[in-house]
């Protein structure tokens, strides 16, 4: 299997944590858009990680639970979700808000998603949305998922699609590092935001991890928004590798690079709003019998 070498670990793992404890309270505040975006995607992730009633599910990387309140909700109360991420700030406010919609089932765990300090065998299944992509080795990761699940459960990550397909990340990341005179990077760069959408990929890292039966499946999940500054604001609440170079440059400079985004993502502006094209990877597979 052909890789791009990984980032530094220790190094890029203590920058996503800072970034995302930074980041934690306006990412949540965007629950609403983030919902109505990733809607269909969870949907069919729960789906196709054969998550029922009563199951046990460990949702990696799971930032303030929006998909982990669904997992609750379709395990039910003899059911138990575990959500762990990388970032204190962050899943303590998943677990405010599963306390709040009152899912008694829901436990967190700050953990590693590449260590995962759970017992071997002991879950029916397990998702990761949207945060495989940024972790330095992925396939440490699958291995650490892997070794949770019980004979024959199933696993769905959710992860962005390459630059082909998502326009919008592509503007971001080439403007960004143009204003920060910085060279282009490879889109498939570990731990960056299209990392994993390389044709065949992911597919290969999940039976290299040893799951069965893999396959995956493309989805278009567009961000519809009243308009471009409601998606540039949604991008400034998150913990993307935009904001971490942007956030080396003056004030003025980086104000300079967002105006720039935005004349250019305006071209996706439509009579109905802004509709930024977007696409993501469903990869499902079991753990053998």
């Known amino acids: 299997m052909s890789t791009l070498p990984a980032p530094d670990s220790s190094a890029f793992k203590a920058q996503q944590r800072t970034q995302w404890n930074q980041s934690a309270s306006g990412w949540n505040?965007?629950?609403?858009a983030i919902r109505a975006w990733l809607r269909r995607a969870t949907d069919a992730m729960m789906d196709m990680a054969s998550i029922r009633p009563g199951a046990q599910v460990l949702d990696v990387a799971a930032g303030s639970g929006d998909q982990t309140l669904d997992i609750a909700q379709r395990v039910g109360p003899q059911g138990r979700v575990l959500a762990t991420d990388l970032s204190p700030a962050i899943l303590a406010l998943a677990q405010a808000n599963a306390d709040q919609a009152g899912w008694?089932?829901?436990?967190?765990?700050?953990?590693?998603?590449?260590e995962l300090p759970v017992e071997p065998a002991s879950f029916d299944a397990v998702v990761c949305r949207l945060g495989l992509m940024f972790f330095p080795d992925p396939l440490r990761g699958l291995q650490a998922m892997h070794r949770a699940l019980r004979p024959g459960g199933g696993i769905c990550s959710l992860v962005f699609a390459g630059p082909a397909h998502n326009p919008c990340t592509a503007i971001l990341m080439s403007t960004a590092l143009e204003h920060a005179g910085l060279p282009p990077r490879d889109p498939f760069q570990p731990g960056g935001l299209m990392s994993l959408g390389q044709p065949g990929r992911l597919d290969e890292l999940y039976r290299a991890a040893g799951f069965q039966h893999v396959a995956t499946t493309s989805l278009d999940a567009p961000f519809r928004l009243p308009s471009v500054r409601h998606y540039?604001?949604?991008v400034r609440s998150s913990a993307s590798p935009v904001q971490q170079i942007l956030g080396r440059l003056e004030p003025q400079a980086a104000a300079a690079a967002w105006d720039e985004m935005?004349?250019?993502?305006?071209?996706?502006?439509?009579a109905d709003g802004w509709v930024g094209p977007n696409a993501l990877l469903l990869t499902a597979a079991r753990a053998a019998d």
């Open 104 to 114: 008694a089932n829901v436990h967190t765990l700050v953990a590693d998603g590449e």
């Open 29 to 32: 505040q965007h629950h609403p």
């Open 232 to 234: 540039l604001d949604f």
């Open 262 to 270: 935005e004349q250019r993502l305006a071209r996706f502006t439509t």
